[in-house]
């Protein structure tokens, strides 16, 4: 006796206007429906896969992967399956839709450890909506606490479920509505939020982001009777940074990453040189138009990775307020964060403590 796993991917797709199928379309670098077939796959659980779909689909590099032609609706595709499957040795079925692609292996392990003792196992959510409903032309309210937005994959024993669809003739949009709809017992456990369902094409553009790097470097010679900024910080020094504004390496080199990361130019397009407006400007003001910029091309930081070029201050005394700083400057958290330091073997103007040089790679999404 063996378990089978059902990856619908034969919808019509109705809510998502787009030419291609949305299970085909391509999330995270693969088409949609290879997300679950690779999970189930991996879990081991299952002896066949069968994957319901009316689309000529490359499954040649996956072993016991079997294609069953989709029907007109959810409905008759999940028959088609159970059809394919009566004369095998079956135990449990796992019917899933392809458009939750992010199946996880310990959902799947959940689910099958409540199979063992029960003959219908769904996961489900509860809803963080308030609820409505109507009845005939009034909207009454639903407690939410009580409502059970149900998942997949929803999990049976196959020849109960074999049976039911067997004398059902109701339209179901799931399995566990059938199974209530005949008054058997359903085993709901709690799903994954992250097991979301993707049925706009809206949906998938805002999960679709892009990642964009830039990088930045600066240099600054060390000067007396200047205080020493990095990072935003003031750090106790025998010099500080000569330049137009207070001279903070780590940031110029950080608002050059971002800018290029945004292909926006560089930091002289933003703050001339020649222009008196900017001079004595604290760094972390030239900072926050940039930050602005990032918010208002709806960009996100991956993370910020610095190496600080000098032979001092020594970077691990000043690393925890520094990566502090720009945490906060950029309202972002710590972790994405890493400060490095980097001494040149006392050569040159840096070697001499006369200069200190930073340079900066910034990743971002969009
Ligand atoms: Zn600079």
Redesign the pocket.
């Known amino acids: 006796m063996s378990d089978y796993f059902i990856l619908l991917s034969a919808g019509k797709s109705k809510r998502f206007k787009s030419k291609l199928k949305k299970q085909f379309i391509i999330y995270k670098n693969k088409p949609l429906f290879e997300h679950s077939l690779q999970t189930a796959i991996k879990s081991k659980f299952f002896k066949e896969i069968l994957i319901v779909t009316n689309e000529k689909i490359k499954t040649t590099i996956y072993k016991n992967v079997k294609i069953i032609k989709g029907g007109k609706e959810r409905y008759d595709s999940t028959k088609n399956a159970l059809n394919y499957l009566k004369n095998k040795k079956v135990n449990n079925v796992y019917i899933h839709d392809a458009a939750r692609p992010n199946l996880s292996i310990k959902l799947l392990k959940r689910l099958k450890n409540k199979l063992k003792t029960n003959t219908a196992v769904v996961p489900y959510l509860n809803s963080e909506n308030s609820v409505k409903y109507k009845v005939i032309n009034k909207i009454k309210n639903l407690n939410r606490d009580n409502v059970l937005l149900t998942q997949t994959p929803q999990c049976f024993k196959f020849k109960e479920l074999f049976n039911l669809y067997k004398t059902n003739n109701l339209k179901i949009t799931d399995e566990a509505s059938l199974y209530l709809n005949n008054n058997k017992k359903v085993k709901f456990i709690l799903g994954e939020k992250n097991n979301f369902k993707i049925t706009t094409i809206n949906d998938l553009k805002n999960l679709n982001s892009k990642n964009y790097y830039g990088i930045g470097f600066?240099?600054?010679r060390l000067i007396k009777n200047k205080k020493l900024y990095l990072g935003g910080v003031k750090i106790p020094f025998h010099s500080g940074l000569r330049?137009h504004?207070d001279?903070?390496?780590i940031l110029?080199a950080i608002i050059d990453g971002l800018l290029g990361a945004m292909r926006k130019g560089d930091?002289g397009t933003l703050f001339p040189s020649n222009s008196n407006k900017f001079k004595n400007i604290r760094s972390k003001n030239m900072l926050a138009p940039v930050v602005k910029l990032l918010k208002d091309n709806n960009f996100d930081i991956n993370n910020i990775d610095i190496n600080l070029i000098c032979e001092n201050p020594k970077v691990s005394k000043i690393r925890n307020k520094v990566i502090k700083s720009i945490s906060s400057l950029l309202s972002i958290n710590k972790g994405l964060i890493n400060l490095k330091g980097k001494t040149v073997e006392k050569l040159g103007i840096i070697g001499k403590e006369q200069a200190i040089a930073c340079e900066v790679i910034c990743s971002l999404s969009r």
């Open positions: 600066d240099i600054h330049g504004s001279g903070d390496v110029h930091i």
